[in-house]
């Protein structure tokens, strides 16, 4: 889970998976381009859009446009220097 500017480790083994990582650090460029607070916002909001559509909090997760960016793109370790800004609109 990444919660600016911290990644935080459910198990201290992630610290070595690359792709995890960078799944992480997706989600810290996306917090970054919404100035924190509106990350935020937008995550509980489109969370709470995809439960109603989904009916499944499991799917709702995975469909968020955060979500589905970064895993979309985690196991592409360069993904970040040739990412363009809010690339998550993409996945809406």
Do not use: C
């Amino acid at each position: 889970m990444t919660l600016w500017p911290f990644v935080v480790l459910k198990h201290h083994t992630l610290k070595e998976d690359a792709v995890f990582l960078n799944h992480e650090k997706i989600h810290l460029h996306q917090q970054a381009e919404l100035l924190i607070l509106f990350f935020y916002l937008w995550y509980g909001f489109e969370f709470l859009i995809r439960l109603i559509q989904y009916k499944n909090r499991y799917k709702a997760y995975r469909n968020i446009s955060f979500e589905r960016e970064a895993y979309h793109h985690e196991s592409e370790i360069n993904y970040l220097k040739k990412r363009k800004p809010y690339g998550f609109l993409k996945f809406l």
